[in-house]
């Protein structure tokens, strides 16, 4: 069941999300160095300034906004859990235990671990298409 919500999970678990959108607004903020005034016209009334423009750059940037949107889902469901449920996740996903050794740890059925998880990631891709 490794999907496209397992995998963001994974990502939440293993600390990725801070890294990844650092990089997205590394790579926003290179400037590429096109001209991208074309038809050779002078530009008149240029209002430059590189700090807003990378801002504006970083906020209309789609992919950014996605992963924020996703690290802000998946760690609202995460922290709105049980207790009992939260080590479940992490075990799996952090530490990457089997469901086996995961059931056997918190004195419960491996079908109750894996159901645990299922409806989480049932709650995250209500929010995340």
């Known amino acids: 069941m490794a999907d496209k919500v397992d995998r963001l999970i994974r990502l ?4 990725m999300f801070p890294k990844l959108i650092n990089l997205k607004k590394a790579e926003l903020a290179v400037h590429t160095g096109t001209d991208e005034n ?6 008149e009334n ?3 300034n590189p700090v807003e423009g990378a801002m504006s750059k970083a ?7 996605d992963l924020i949107r996703q690290e802000y889902i998946i760690g609202s469901f995460y922290r709105s859990a049980r207790p009992d449920i939260q080590e479940v996740l992490v075990d799996k996903y952090r530490k990457q235990m089997s469901w086996v050794r995961i059931a ?7 079908k ?4 645990w998880r ?3 990631k049932r709650g995250v891709s209500a929010w995340i298409p």
Do not use: P, V
């Open 12 to 15: 939440y678990f293993q600390n």
């Open 38 to 43: 074309i038809g050779g016209g002078k530009l």
């Open 46 to 48: 240029n209002y430059n």
């Open 59 to 65: 906020e209309m940037n789609e992919d950014l906004n």
């Open 104 to 110: 056997s740890d918190h004195n419960i059925d491996e």
């Open 112 to 115: 109750t671990a894996r159901r």
């Open 118 to 120: 299922d409806d989480f």
